[in-house]
């Protein structure tokens, strides 16, 4: 018999006599430390717990996500696995789970593992029932549940997460009256976090939000798949909606009672109801010609797809022509003319908030759409509920492929990415971290970020975590966006089978002293969100120390008469970013 795991297995509970037993005896023998935190049982729990082996602690229940993070204080070994008392762990999942333990690298915190759920007696394969993942095996110490999400908890992990293939078995409800119950119950929690949120409902919400979730669970999650009981569960999860939204007017008119005239804003945004497939939102200043073949491609890639789109060009003040142009070849494409170059984030907002798709799809100008790429997007969307952005492959010209993904920058990755320290150590581990070169870019992935010249995002995603932050001009909008959106608890994903050619900053590559401004600025700002002030700040004096190293390497050169002209050019340019001070104009 193999030796138990250094693992702690944690189980919270509340009368759970009926399914426990059968919970602690599908890890007997996995761990070290099996852990029941109990919330008040008046069952025999506790008895059958501590018959069991296990240890247990007594806990007012708080909360789910509090009472997780409580547990996560109390385990005594490295790796924490959460369980549910009506979850089995099966011989191959238990495998599987030394087998990722023993291999896990000091870079993953954690692993999902998917749940097969059974309800009323059957297997559920529809309306996002399965694969249903969940981070449950978790690295002690370096995994935290946040507070303000109390349904569907989400975990924040320092570090990368790894995928299990065998299935948690979910022997989820018995019968219907007990799902009903405890969708009401989600409902009144779940209403409770919207409403600190600031959300409010309007009118159409009480129609659309649960016609959505219908629609959703039985037809693009194929809940038809399970018949009747795939109806049932389709029609129950559309009145959790309209009970939850019904819950948070009642929360409001008793604040406003409380509380009159006291101002409240929402945290997210709210889109127009979805009413289309997806919203494809592409940002133009000065590249009419990469815009109009780039609409050509989209035009034929909605058709090969089949897919009820919407297009919006936004243009940022160009003076080439492009506006008119696209209204001259494309009259269907809706156009928003700006006055002045509000820069890429605020561009990319305007047309969001137009948007009518379930999925807006963020299209860089100087792209071409292969096949039916943007299908494929979508697709992989409705197939996978968790997934918040997805993105494709990108492609130069030639058909190389252009590196898309990426991991967050570390405290380092600033101060060797696109400096002059990287020009001359180009193979190091940070930067083939941050550049994931550890993973094939053939294969689907989970990132933490990728290059924004084509994102697919979830409508749902963007009402959660709110719009691209317009402070950052140009250049990493996206970072910080997938930042916010993976924070929300949704997952950012690599599609290789989904093609998109990249002519890489063809606008901004018009100004190339302007670009490495903005470049570099958007860097500091980056670091500013993510590391705090310090960090960005002693960021910024290295690289205005970096512009001078490159102007001493550029006049050198140029002092050895190797060509002049270009090196003239690149001192101008080094010296006129050095004296922008890599400080943002804009708010």
């Known amino acids: 018999m193999s030796e138990p ?8 509970t509340l009368n ?28 025999r729990t506790v008895e059958l717990a501590r018959a069991a082996g296990a240890e ?34 099966t011989p191959e999942l238990a495998a599987e789970i030394r087998q990722a333990i023993d291999g896990a690298t000091d870079a993953t915190a954690g692993f999902w593992i998917p749940t097969q759920n059974w309800m009323f007696g059957r297997w559920i394969r529809g309306g996002g029932w399965w694969p249903d993942e969940h981070l449950r095996l978790l690295r002690a110490g370096r995994a935290r549940y946040r507070p303000d999400v109390e349904v569907h908890e989400v975990v924040e992990l320092s570090g990368e997460a790894g995928r ?26 779940r209403a409770e976090m919207l409403a600190r949120q600031g959300r409010r409902p309007r009118r159409r919400t009480y129609l659309g939000q649960p016609a959505r979730e219908l629609w959703r669970r039985f037809v693009t999650l194929r809940g038809y798949r399970d018949g009747p009981t795939g109806l049932f569960l389709a029609l129950a999860m559309a009145w959790h909606e309209l009970h939850t939204w019904l819950l948070v007017r009642r ?12 101002p ?8 127009p109801d979805a009413s289309l497939d997806l919203s494809v939102v592409i940002v133009s200043y000065n590249v009419r010609e990469h815009v109009l073949g780039c609409l050509e491609t989209v035009y034929a890639s909605l058709r090969g797809s089949g897919l009820r789109g919407q297009v919006i060009v936004v243009d940022n003040a160009s003076s080439d022509g492009t506006v008119e142009a696209v209204r001259a070849a494309f009259p269907g494409v809706e156009v928003i003319a700006n006055r002045e170059n509000r820069g890429f984030a605020a561009a990319n907002n305007q047309g969001i908030r137009r948007a009518r798709g379930r999925v807006v799809v963020l299209l860089n100008p100087d792209t071409r759409v292969a096949g039916d790429a943007l299908g494929r997007l979508v697709h992989y969307l409705d197939e996978n509920p968790a997934v918040g952005v997805v993105g494709p492959r990108l492609v130069y010209p030639d058909g190389r492929t252009q590196p898309s993904r990426r991991r967050f920058p570390t405290l380092l990755t600033g101060f060797l990415e696109s400096t002059v320290v990287q020009d001359y150590w180009r193979d190091n581990r940070v930067l083939r971290r941050y550049y994931v070169a550890d993973r094939s870019d053939a294969e689907t992935q989970e990132v933490d970020w990728l290059v924004g010249a084509c994102l697919a995002v ?17 250049y990493s909008e996206e970072v910080e966006w997938c ?17 998109v050619y990249h002519h890489e900053s063809a606008s901004a590559g018009q100004e190339p002293a302007a670009r490495q401004i903005a470049f570099d600025t958007a860097k500091v700002q980056l670091y500013r969100r993510l590391h705090g002030r310090p960090a960005a700040e002693i960021l910024r004096a290295f690289l205005l120390v970096n512009y001078l190293a490159r102007i001493a390497i550029e006049g050198s050169k140029w002092l050895l008469g190797h060509k002049r002209a270009l090196r003239r050019e690149r001192i101008a340019r080094y010296w006129r970013a050095f004296g922008s001070g890599l400080r943002p104009s804009r708010p």
């Open 5 to 12: 795991l250094p693992l702690s297995v944690i189980v919270l």
């Open 16 to 43: 759970e006599e009926r399914h426990l037993p059968g919970c602690l005896a599908s890890v007997a023998g996995l761990a070290r430390q099996i852990l029941v935190v109990d919330s008040g049982s008046h069952d």
């Open 56 to 89: 247990v602690v007594h806990r007012p229940f708080t909360g789910f996500a509090s009472q997780r993070n409580a547990a996560l204080e109390l385990a005594r070994q490295p790796w924490v696995l959460f369980l549910d008392a009506d979850e089995r762990v």
């Open 164 to 189: 299990l293939a065998y299935p948690l078995v979910h022997i989820n409800y018995e019968s219907y009256l007990e799902f009903l119950a405890k969708q009401a119950r989600y409902a009144r929690i």
């Open 251 to 262: 929360l409001w008119k008793a604040a406003s009672q409380q509380n009159p005239g006291k």
């Open 264 to 271: 409240d804003a929402p945290a997210g945004v709210e889109l």
């Open 458 to 474: 979830r409508r749902e995603a963007i009402e959660t975590a709110g719009l691209l932050d317009e402070r950052f001009f140009l």
């Open 483 to 499: 930042w916010r959106i993976r924070r929300a608890g949704w997952r950012v994903v690599y599609l290789p089978e989904a093609t």
